[in-house]
C-alpha cells in the first residue's frame, strides 16, 4: 500500500490558498502542514503573553476554517504543528469554527512539549539569560499516529519536529512500529523533504533558469511505501518541478552533518538514493536508520533585550573617511549612556565612475543593543537624527531611526526523552500517554557501511587539481548549485554537482576536495575566525558546511544583512575557484 501525503505550507505566512489548492488538485489520503522554526516560536510565545487564548498559527485556522467541508468531502486527513506554544486553543477554536459550519470533524491535538515549568532547570544548561517565553521539546511522530488511529480527522501540534507531521500518518497507514528504523527514517526523509514546501518544486533553487516560471510553483507529495521509500511528486499541471536536484536541494537544507537525528530514529543521510523514475517523480531509496538519542532537544527563546539600528547612506568619494566621521559623532552622542553592543557594519556596495547614484551609494549601519530599553531607545534616535546638518556631506537616512524594540535569543537544550510528556488529547477530552523509544543509542552514531561512501566519511582522494589537466577561474556556481539556512546560531550551506553534469563523479571528487574547512573561511571571510565543519554527502554528490556561529545568538537576535542565512549559498556560489576546464560545463547550469 502507498499513501499519498501533500503539504500546504513551509512556514508560518506561506500562501494561504495552498491547502484549498491542494485538496481540488488531485488525490491525497493526508495534508500536512509545516508553521513552525525557531523564530516562530518566539513570535507565537509573544502573542501568548499578550493574549493567554492565541499562541498557534492563526493562518492555519484561516485554512482550515475555509476547507473543513472540502477535506471531509475528499476523505483527507489533516495534520500540522500549527499549534505552536496552544495546542489545545488551536484544536479547540477549530471545533468551534466547525460547529458553526455545521461539519462533523474530529479533532485532537498533541502536547507536552511545553517544559516552561522547568526553566530553573533548563536555564542551567544554557547559562545566564534573560526570562525564558517558550521552552519545546521536540516530540516525534507516535501520537500523531495515535490520535490518527483513535479516529481523529485533523490532529494539530506543538513542538514535535518538522518531518513528524509526515512521518506520522506513515505510521499510522503501515502499521510500523519503534523498531521499525528503516522505514521510520525512510518516512523522515520524505518528510525532510515536503515540510518545506514549494523549496521541493523550485523555489530557493539554484537552477530556477531551467524550470517553467510562468504558473506558481506547486506545493510538493510524498507517495510513501510500506518499506518507508517514498516518490516526491506534485499534483499535475501545478507549476515548479521535481527533480533530482530539486529533491537534493531541500535534503541538504538545515542539516547538521549525515546523522539527521529525530526523537523516532536517527536517520543517515549519506544512504541515500535518488531516482529520477519520470516527469516530476523521484524515488527515494536506500535510507537506513539506527536507534535514536536518548534525549531530545528544546527550543528555548528567551527575552535577550533591547535593540535598535540606523542606516545611513555614504555616497560618491571618501566613503572611508565619512564613515570614520559619523561613527566618532555618534560615539559622542552615545557616551553618557552607553548600550552594551554597539556594531557598525560598512557594506561597500559603491562603484567606480557611477552611473547612477545608487551605485554611487555604500551604508554604514549600526546596531544598538542593551539590557535596557533607555540607551538604545531616543537617545540613540536622536543622536543619529540631530547631526544630520552637521556630519559628512550627502548624509541621509535610508529609514528614520526608531524607538528600538524587544529582541529574542535561542538557545538550546537536551533532556533524556523520558522525562518529557507525550501526550495525545482526543475530542472527547481523552488523553493517551505515548511512550518514549525502549531503544536508544548515543549521538552521533557511526556511520553505516554503504557502497559509495568513501571511507571514514573523508572525500575520496582526488590529488591535485591540477592531474585533471589545465584550470580556469570561475565562480563555483558554474559548477555547483546550493541552499542554505539557519540552525540556532549555525548557518548550513549545503552544496552539490547537479545531476545534468558530463562527468559528475570526477566533479564531486574535486568539490569534496575543494571545500576544506580552511578553504570555506576564505571563500567566506566573515567565518574566518569560526567554526567549520565539512561533511561529504557523495551518495547524492554533495557536502554539507556548518559555519558555527556565524548568526550570533539565532535569528532574532542576528545583526547580519541575511540573518537567517538563506543566501550564504549564493554569496558562496558566486566566489571565484580554480576548477579543472574539463568539469566546467560549456553552458553555466
Not at 505566512?13 to 525557531?38: K, N, Q, V
Not at 530553573?120 to 545566564?128: K, S
Not at 520524505?190 to 533553487?205: F, S
Not at 501526550?423 to 552514531?445: M, W
Amino acid at each position: 500500500m502507498t499513501i499519498r501525503v501533500g503539504n500546504c505550507s513551509g512556514y508560518y505566512g506561506d500562501r494561504l490558498s495552498a491547502m484549498r489548492e491542494m485538496l481540488e488538485g488531485g488525490d491525497l489520503d493526508y495534508l500536512t502542514g509545516d508553521y513552525l522554526a525557531e523564530l516562530t516560536m518566539l513570535i507565537l510565545g509573544r502573542d501568548q503573553l499578550k493574549d493567554a487564548n492565541l499562541g498557534y498559527a492563526r493562518t492555519f485556522l484561516r485554512q482550515v476554517t475555509d476547507c473543513l467541508a472540502l477535506a471531509q468531502e475528499k476523505g483527507v486527513k489533516i495534520v500540522a504543528n500549527a499549534g505552536g506554544v496552544n495546542p489545545a486553543g488551536l484544536a479547540e477554536a477549530i471545533r468551534a469554527a466547525a460547529q458553526e459550519q455545521g461539519v462533523e470533524v474530529s479533532v485532537a491535538h498533541v502536547e507536552g512539549d511545553d517544559l516552561r515549568a522547568r526553566s530553573a532547570e533548563l536555564a542551567e544548561q544554557i547559562g545566564p539569560s534573560g526570562d525564558l517565553i517558550t521552552a519545546n521539546a521536540y516530540l516525534g511522530a507516535f501520537g500523531i499516529a495515535a490520535a490518527l488511529a483513535a479516529g481523529a480527522d485533523i490532529v494539530v501540534t506543538g513542538r514535535v519536529t518538522d518531518a513528524s507531521v509526515v512521518v506520522g500518518p506513515a505510521i499510522h497507514a503501515h502499521g510500523w512500529k519503534p523498531s521499525d528504523l528503516d522505514a521510520l527514517a525512510g518516512a523522515v526523509v520524505a518528510g525532510h523533504v515536503i515540510e518545506c514546501g514549494t523549496q521541493a518544486t523550485g523555489g530557493n533553487y539554484s537552477g530556477f533558469r531551467t524550470l517553467d516560471l510562468t504558473a506558481p510553483l506547486g506545493f510538493p507529495i510524498a507517495e510513501i511505501d510500506a518499506d518507508g521509500s517514498s516518490v516526491i511528486t506534485k499534483h499535475e499541471g501545478a507549476g515548479g518541478a521535481v527533480t533530482v536536484d530539486t529533491v537534493t536541494a531541500q535534503l541538504v537544507y538545515e542539516i547538521q552533518g549525515p546523522a539527521y537525528a529525530n526523537p523516532d530514529v536517527v536517520t543517515h543521510l549519506d544512504t541515500i538514493e535518488l531516482t529520477q523514475e519520470g516527469d516530476d517523480r523521484v524515488r527515494i531509496s536506500g535510507v537506513q536508520g539506527s536507534p535514536p538519542p536518548p534525549t531530545t532537544k528544546v527550543c528555548l527563546n528567551a527575552l535577550g533585550g533591547y535593540r535598535n539600528t540606523v542606516a545611513f547612506q555614504l555616497t560618491g568619494l571618501d566613503i572611508p573617511a565619512k564613515a570614520a566621521w559619523i561613527r566618532a559623532q555618534i560615539d559622542a552622542a552615545l557616551a553618557a549612556d552607553v548600550p552594551d553592543v554597539v556594531e557598525w557594519h560598512l557594506d561597500r556596495t559603491d562603484t567606480f565612475d557611477p552611473p547612477t547614484q545608487a551605485q554611487a551609494t555604500s551604508v554604514l549601519h549600526c546596531h544598538v543593543r542593551s539590557s535596557r530599553p533607555e540607551p538604545v531607545g531616543r537617545a540613540f534616535s536622536d543622536a543619529a537624527v540631530q547631526v544630520a546638518l552637521a556630519s559628512y556631506p550627502g548624509f541621509y537616512l535610508m529609514a528614520p531611526p526608531s524607538k528600538g524594540a524587544p529582541f529574542g535569543e535561542y538557545r538550546a537544550a537536551y533532556v533524556p526523552q523520558e522525562t518529557v510528556p507525550h501526550v495525545v488529547v482526543l475530542a472527547d477530552g481523552s488523553r493517551l500517554d505515548i511512550a518514549p523509544p525502549t531503544e536508544t543509542a548515543p549521538f552521533p552514531p557511526a556511520s553505516p557501511d554503504v557502497p559509495g561512501n568513501p571511507p571514514n566519511g573523508g572525500p575520496e582522494e582526488v590529488g591535485n587539481p591540477a592531474h585533471l589537466g589545465q584550470t580556469r577561474a570561475v565562480p563555483l556556481g558554474e559548477l555547483a548549485f546550493a541552499r542554505s539556512g539557519d540552525k540556532g546560531g549555525n548557518a548550513n550551506i549545503g552544496v552539490w554537482i547537479p545531476a545534468g553534469h558530463p562527468d559528475r563523479a570526477a566533479a564531486y571528487a574535486w568539490l569534496a576536495a575543494e571545500l576544506t574547512p580552511d578553504r570555506v573561511r576564505e571563500l567566506l571571510p566573515e567565518a574566518a575566525e569560526l567554526e567549520v565543519e565539512v561533511h561529504p554527502l557523495p551518495r547524492i554528490a554533495a557536502v554539507n558546511v556548518i559555519v558555527h556561529g556565524l548568526l550570533g545568538e539565532g535569528v532574532a537576535s542576528s545583526t547580519r544583512l541575511d540573518p537567517q542565512a538563506k543566501a550564504v549559498g549564493e554569496w558562496l556560489r558566486a566566489r571565484v575557484v580554480t576548477a579543472p576546464t574539463t568539469l566546467i560545463p560549456e553552458v553555466s547550469t
